[in-house]
């Protein structure tokens, strides 16, 4: 519609009407010799109408993880299992911060493996984190571990376990001879959990950046943990400049908050360039989201069937 209303317009109406877009702030000229293309402001008018056509509200970009993957899996698996998903649709890296420091701790178990390693398994309300621990401890070391920390930690969140660990070691090492090593080691992996970052698919950058030095730039970005919390910590379509990151002028972000069991654990942020195409995207994000839903009225469903039969 646009462009037949534009292909009416005389050469030199459409030459006066860039030129206003232009003092606006809505277009820029790259080069003397060059076309015009949309600055941040421009692209921010563009994203809100097709947030507004799409009847999806910035910060509704949210997949329920526990729906699309076995809830006999970890939440970090799921969190696998959604990105997995976008990478089939979506072309560009992913970023993703985990936020599991607010979920709520159950109960937690220590198991002796065999060369060398302990697994923890900790069981909260909205799902399981597993993960190994170096060192070779008896299971009658881990029972008693495990024990102790359940007895203070049931019903507490994983950050409160984390932030409150070392004060505890003081009050149980005494009894306990491998409490001090074996919780050292739980915190350095726990750690990992509650703060972690990560990028899928960096290598994706060059398919959409030609120039080299901002490849290096961006790169600096999402290698690095508090910038990539930093630029998440934004909900919707971050474009250019909006991000805070002078490395990411040019580059926008689609960030998308993931649940399990109703608690928001970890940020998903699809990087491209400005010019990248936001109706394809949003509209494939959206898809994926509709799918969420309808795999979660459908698992309702067969749950209430079952319940009746």
Not at 108 to 123: A, H, P, S, Y
Not at 126 to 151: K, M, P, R, W
């Amino acid at each position: 519609m646009f462009a037949k209303a534009i292909a009416n317009k005389s050469p030199a109406t459409i030459r006066n009407d860039l030129k206003i877009l232009e003092e606006l702030g809505y277009l820029k000229q790259l080069h003397t010799s060059g076309g015009r293309v949309p600055t941040t402001k421009g692209y921010r008018i563009y994203v809100n109408h097709l947030f507004s056509t799409l009847q999806l509200n910035s910060g509704e970009l949210a997949v329920a993880a526990d729906r699309i993957a076995s809830r006999t899996a970890t939440i970090p698996q799921l969190i696998e299992e959604v990105c997995k998903k976008i990478e089939t649709q979506i072309d560009y890296p992913i970023l993703v911060k985990q936020n599991y420091g607010q979920l709520i701790i159950e109960e937690l178990r220590l198991l002796n493996l065999l060369e060398g390693n302990t697994l923890c398994l900790i069981r909260t309300l909205s799902g399981s984190i597993q993960f190994n621990i170096i060192g070779n401890y008896s299971q009658s070391e881990c029972d008693d571990v495990s024990s102790a920390l359940n007895s203070h930690f049931k019903q507490k969140t994983l950050a409160e376990m984390f932030e409150n660990l070392n004060g505890h070691i003081n009050e149980i090492k005494k009894e306990l001879k491998s409490f001090t090593k074996l919780c050292k080691n739980l915190a350095e992996n726990l750690e990992s959990f509650i703060d972690g970052s990560n990028t899928r698919g960096a290598v994706k950058l060059l398919s959409h950046h030609e120039n080299l030095e901002q490849i290096k730039d961006i790169t600096k970005i999402i290698e690095n943990k508090e910038k990539v919390e930093e630029v998440l910590s934004k909900s919707g379509v971050i474009i250019g400049n909006e991000s805070g990151q002078v490395e990411l002028e040019g580059s926008s972000i689609i960030s998308i908050d993931c649940e399990v069991g109703g608690k928001n654990v970890a940020k998903l942020g699809i990087l491209g360039p400005e010019r990248m195409d936001y109706k394809k995207l949003l509209t494939a994000l959206f898809a994926l989201v509709s799918q969420t839903e309808s795999a979660m009225q459908l698992q309702e469903t067969k749950k209430l069937k079952e319940k009746k039969e």
